[in-house]
Nanobody, 122 residues
């Protein structure tokens, strides 16, 4: 079992940046692929970015290509999502997820955080 806690969300103007953190406890994240998903009001949860156990492979949604970067620090048991050039359509609750083998699909992830709100004003 692993517990995930997201932080770093908030209100930012369009064009700005935020860095989200996902701190894990209960088990080392080196056992897991890690990902970020998001859910906007009235919409389904969608994939944002993922990173393999070793960090050697990453996956991204086309909507965030070139703007969002995922990284992991296994020593700190933490995953990050650096978000640059934010747009109003990035407004959503952002969730961290861990899975034994995950890429783009939420069904591949077994553990989820509670989410952190990101609001981008125009």
């Amino acid at each position: 079992q692993v517990q995930l806690v997201e932080s770093g969300g908030g209100l930012v103007q369009a064009g700005g940046s935020l860095r989200l953190s996902c701190a894990a406890s209960g088990r080392t994240i080196s056992s897991f692929a890690m990902a970020w998903f998001r859910q906007a009001p009235g919409k389904e949860r969608e994939f944002v970015r993922a990173i393999s156990k070793s960090g050697g492979s990453t996956y991204y949604a086309d909507s965030v290509k070139g703007r969002f970067t995922i990284s992991r620090d296994n020593a700190k048991n933490t995953v990050y999502l650096q978000m640059n050039s934010l747009k109003p359509e990035d407004t959503a609750v952002y969730y961290c997820a861990a899975g034994f083998g995950g890429t783009y699909y939420s069904s591949e992830y077994d553990f989820w955080g509670q989410g952190t709100q990101v609001t981008v004003s125009s």
